[in-house]
Nanobody, 116 residues
Framework: QVQLVESGGGLVQAGGSLRLSCAASGSISSISVMGWYRQAPGKQRELVAIISSGGTSTYADSVKGRFTISGDNAKNPVYLQMNSLKPVDTAVYYC??????????WGQGTQVTVSS
């Protein structure tokens, strides 16, 4: 089992920045990928950014150049630095971890609200 705890959400004006963090505990040695997803009201949950155990990162097109994911894949917190935030980035952001057995774990979510 893997437990994920997120922090860092909040309210920010358009153009501002926030940094989310996700701390993993439990069977962290089995984690192969960690990342962030988000879900806006009335929409499906979507990938924001993920980082593999080898350090390869992948971003949604909508956040490329604005968001940066970093971390040592559960050995330390995984961060999502979000710059140049837009109102469309408003959502609940969820930390996600996948292990080598294809088990998937989710955090409780943290609200990010960007005002115009």
């Amino acid at each position: 089992q893997v437990q994920l705890v997120e922090s860092g959400g909040g309210l920010v004006q358009a153009g501002g920045s926030l940094r989310l963090s996700c701390a993993a505990s439990g069977s962290i040695s089995s984690i192969s990928v960690m990342g962030w997803y988000r879900q806006a009201p009335g929409k499906q949950r979507e990938l924001v950014a993920i980082i593999s155990s080898g350090g390869t990162s992948t971003y949604a097109d909508s956040v490329k150049g604005r968001f940066t994911i970093s971390g040592d894949n559960a050995k330390n917190p995984v961060y999502l630095q979000m710059n140049s935030l837009k109102p469309v980035d408003t959502a609940v952001y969820y930390c996600n971890a996948r292990n080598y057995h294809s088990n998937v774990y989710w955090g409780q979510g943290t609200q990010v609200t960007v005002s115009s």
